[in-house]
């Protein structure tokens, strides 16, 4: 399994094995904490990450936390013409208490347990329940941080026969980290997501971070999502995971 050691704050290091006696202690236990994590129930892993989501119209299970938690999101919904003012995460299904504990609680252990677990553990319990081959982030939520970020990263080199998409308007966290690590794995499809509705893609702010785009109400999108047309749901089309489409626009209804 592929792991970085997380620190406190911004940056990362691999684990380096053999140095001397403290480093081969530490790789002993991590080597026993990984043995752990392969050898615990779904249920679990479960307690250390949260269970994952099952967006309805998506071929896949996703992972979710509280849209209000967005920090982006946030300053975007006070504005009408944002993508954010009538988010879908804030309503319908998502503010029912069960739906919004569950969405607590994964931000809470997110919050609370070492990355180096999370991703562990993440890995794990995508590995066992997702056979699509495909994974979406944050069908509610958004990026919380650099950290954050690279854990998402390291899971998909982990598991590189599964697709990820992770939508985001975190544009900044994105940038630190390509600035840093260069470009993300093949798997892993980082979409920024326009901040108005009815505007043009990000193209160029894409083009700089090894992302490409998705709009609101975007008529001359090259691609625009037919889930609307057939039953809310993706069916066959996977667009959001291909990074060869550089925007999916999502009609406004
Ligand atoms: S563009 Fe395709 S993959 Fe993306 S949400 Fe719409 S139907 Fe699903």
């Known amino acids: 399994m592929i792991q970085h050691q997380y620190r406190k704050g911004i940056d990362r290091s691999c684990i380096m094995v053999g140095a001397n006696h403290s480093d081969l202690l530490s790789q002993s236990r991590h080597n026993h904490t990984i043995q752990h994590t392969i050898m615990a129930t779904i249920k679990q892993l479960e307690a250390t990450v949260g269970s994952l989501s099952a967006p309805s119209k998506m071929p896949c299970h996703g992972f979710s936390i509280p849209a209000k938690a967005c920090n982006v999101g946030a300053k975007l919904r006070k504005s009408d013409k944002s993508t954010c003012s009538s988010c879908y995460a804030l309503k319908g299904r998502y503010v029912f208490p069960n739906v919004q504990d569950a969405l607590q ?5 997110l919050n609370s347990t070492d990355y180096s677990n999370w991703v562990e553990s993440m890995t794990e319990l995508i590995s066992r329940k997702e056979k699509s081959g495909y994974f979406r982030w944050h069908d509610s939520g958004d990026l919380q941080s650099l950290n954050h970020l690279m854990a ?4 998909a080199k982990n598991l590189p026969h599964i697709k990820f998409w992770l939508p985001t308007r975190e544009y900044k966290t994105v940038k630190s980290y390509v600035d840093q690590y260069g470009d993300f794995p093949s798997n892993l499809t980082v979409r920024l ?13 894409a083009d700089r971070l090894r992302s490409v785009c998705s709009t609101v109400g975007f008529d001359a999108s090259q691609h625009i999502c037919p889930s609307s047309q057939q039953g809310n749901s993706c069916q066959d089309c996977r667009a959001c995971w291909d990074r060869t489409i550089p925007n999916v626009d999502y009609p406004l209804h």
């Open 105 to 109: 609680a994964r931000l809470d252990k």
């Open 152 to 155: 998402i990263v390291d899971i």
């Open 193 to 205: 997501s326009a901040y108005f509705k009815y505007s043009a893609p990000p193209t160029k702010t």
